[in-house]
């Protein structure tokens, strides 16, 4: 599926094209490379790089939303060995889908600002861990490197200068725990994708214990398009804090699910007439901002939301990935975390205690209660858990799990506590994921 | 012992890495071993291992480790169904059910005639396109409508 609305599109402006647009010469016809070009023709300096960055208050587009521009300057600057750039395409985080079309309609907009990264970082040598399940995707980023190395944008001496900068894909096989950072390193050096403790944090003791920084793809491939436009210009273009366009995978109960980009600080209310309303004209329930490790936020507050990190974090939950899970009054909260619960017990890595065994507790106690057997006090039990994972844990899978439960038990604990009395759910079952659509087609 | 063609190709994979690095080149090794063998068997993994200079259970960890390597054999078909929350919002959970009628079996089972084997998927990262299929981990189908399942279980001859 290809882009269904933007406002003052960037990342996606290449987008239109779909499956015949996102060749090299096609990037290039749209200004593709050029700032790469300008940025070794003209010997921008590497800090004046990191400058824009950080005026352009780029924040990380993987999940924590961490200053992209700061993140770069930590990067040794007279390191005598190797360094990398990673970037993160493991896209697992239920919800989330902007990476794939991203590299699926203009892979080369990711090649370009990795590359940029590299310059800027002063590494020869780059890696795109791409998610398991998308070969097809996969396949299309590396022919898209073939035809980089082709023009030469990439190898020895980029441009006639003194740059030299190589740059692969690797393909995960399916761990939602690889897009963890550390993991996805321990994966990429042929190992288990199990996190690292931290410190050292990977700016130090990164890829093969070389200095190494990890983005987001949508972090990467919005890098040429803030030099192109200069930094506060992009940082205008959001709210003070939050800057630029970011995309938006809205699924669930929307008339079209798809991808969306938007400055950040635009309205939830707005969003949601891009994605063509509420299917079959049904209530809003609730909706999840930001993957599924964001708690839920009722829907009548989400209408009040506009969509950058700070207002959804003061409405108590996160922005995460963009991913925007949108469900109407047929949805039970029980059962939906439910799901939630059981992915994360399915993908805790297992090295840490809370974490392996809380993840398996919390999803036993949601089943229970939403197959009638819950008992009085579970709500006090996981109540009690959550806080026993969170913090507690080497890598936020702990946090990311515990999250959702706390979120739904604060906004829904009458449901729960519903199922708990009446051994039954208040949706009826016949009515329950009713706007699924699967029997009876996609307009009701 | 993995044919010419399959070296060949873990040999490209080898070179993205640097040359004390070829451990990295495990995760496509045994991608490319399943591609040939179906799936991996404890002969396929000490071939891996040899070929990359690992020690057998390293492979073993890795191969064990993600859930898209099959340890044990599986159908001609391996059909992945999401129904992960943002999936069953748009009918992922009933399309799992749909195909399990259909095949006559439950997750992680294969059908009678070895043609398909059905396993349960975690987010495959293209929610927006609920319901999705995954087949032999590499052609993702989307939009599967019970009509659109029934095509793609007739084609999978
Ligand atoms: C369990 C877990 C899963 C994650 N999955 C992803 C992911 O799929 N993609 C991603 O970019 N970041 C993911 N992250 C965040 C990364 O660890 C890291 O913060 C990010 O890649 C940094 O890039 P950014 O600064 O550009 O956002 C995940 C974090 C955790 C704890
Ligand atoms: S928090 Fe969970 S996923 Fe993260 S390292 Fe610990 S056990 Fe593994
Ligand atoms: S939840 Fe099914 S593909 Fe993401």
Redesign the pocket.
């Known amino acids: 599926m290809a882009l269904l609305g933007a406002i003052n599109p960037l990342m996606t402006s290449g987008w239109a094209g779909g499956d015949a647009g996102w060749r090299l010469k096609d990037y290039v016809a749209r200004g593709g490379y050029e700032m790469l070009r300008k940025v070794l023709t003209e010997k921008v300096s590497p800090d004046d790089v990191i400058a824009t960055l950080k005026a352009s208050v780029l ?8 200053p ?1 521009g700061l ?1 770069w300057s930590f990067m040794p600057k007279n390191f005598p060995g190797d360094k990398y750039v990673v ?7 239920p919800g ?1 889908f902007k ?1 794939r079309d991203l590299m699926r309609f203009d892979p080369h907009s990711v090649i370009e600002g990795m590359i940029i990264a590299g310059y800027a970082m002063g590494a020869a040598r780059g890696y795109n861990y791409i ?1 398991g399940e998308i070969f097809d995707v996969y396949q299309r980023f590396e022919e898209a490197l073939d035809e980089a190395r082709a023009a030469g944008f990439l190898g020895s001496n980029i441009l006639g200068s003194s740059f030299s900068y190589e740059l692969f894909a690797h393909h995960g096989y399916g761990a ?9 390193l321990e994966s990429l050096e042929g190992k288990k994708g199990q ?1 690292r403790f931290k410190p050292p944090f990977p700016a130090s003791y990164g890829l093969y214990g070389k200095p190494t920084t ?7 491939a919005a890098v040429p398009f803030i030099l192109r436009m200069g930094g506060e210009a992009y940082l205008n273009m959001g709210k003070p804090n939050n800057g630029g366009t970011k995309l938006f995978s809205v699924s669930g109960h929307v008339n079209k699910p798809g991808n969306y980009e938007i400055p950040l600080g635009t309205p939830f209310a707005k969003l949601l007439e891009m994605a063509g309303g509420m299917r079959g004209g049904r209530k809003l329930k609730m909706v999840i901002p930001g ?1 599924s ?1 964001a708690p839920v936020i009722p829907g009548e507050m989400m209408m009040d939301l506009t969509m950058d990190y700070d207002a959804i974090a003061k409405a108590g939950s996160m922005l995460g ?1 963009g991913a925007v899970i949108v469900m109407d009054e047929t949805v039970c909260a029980v059962k939906a975390l439910e799901r939630l619960s059981y992915f994360y017990f399915e ?1 805790s890595c297992g090295q840490c205690t809370p974490c392996r065994e809380g993840t398996g507790w919390m999803y036993r106690i949601v089943h229970r209660i939403e197959n009638g057997e819950g008992r009085p006090d579970d709500l006090e039990l996981l109540t009690s858990i959550t806080p026993n994972i969170m913090g507690r844990t080497i ?3 702990g ?2 799990a515990a999250m959702p439960v706390s979120g739904f038990i604060k906004h829904y604990r009458s449901e729960f506590e519903y199922h708990i009395e009446n051994k039954r759910c208040l949706v009826p079952r016949d009515v329950q994921w009713a706007g699924s659509t699967f029997y009876t087609g996609p307009s009701c | 012992m993995l044919s010419e063609s399959s070296l060949k190709k873990i040999d490209r994979e080898v070179a993205k890495y640097p040359a004390a690095q070829k451990q990295s080149a495990v995760m496509a090794a045994l991608a490319i071993a399943q591609d040939e063998k179906g799936w991996l068997d404890k002969d396929t993994i000490a071939c891996v291992a040899d070929y990359l200079g690992m020690a057998p259970v390293a492979v073993y960890e890795v191969a064990s480790f993600y859930n898209m390597y099959d340890l044990e054999p599986v159908g001609k078909y391996k059909l992945t169904v999401c129904t992960n929350l943002p999936c069953a919002l748009s009918g992922g959970a009933h399309a799992a059910e749909y195909v399990k009628e259909k095949l006559g079996v439950d997750f992680n089972q294969t059908t009678a005639d070895g043609r398909f084997t059905l396993k349960e998927g975690e987010c495959l990262g293209a929610c927006g396109d609920a319901p999705v299929m995954l087949v032999n981990n590499k052609r993702m189908c989307s939009f599967m409508t019970p009509m659109q399942i029934d095509k793609l279980i007739e084609e999978c001859k």
Request: glycine share 18%.
């Open positions: 924040r990380g587009r993987g999940g924590a939303g961490f992209t993140k970037c993160n395409s493991d896209e697992g985080e989330t990476d998610h939602y725990i690889c897009g963890e950072e550390t993991g996805l996190p990890i983005n987001n793809t949508e972090t990467f993957g490790s990935s993908e890598c936020a899978l946090d990311a």
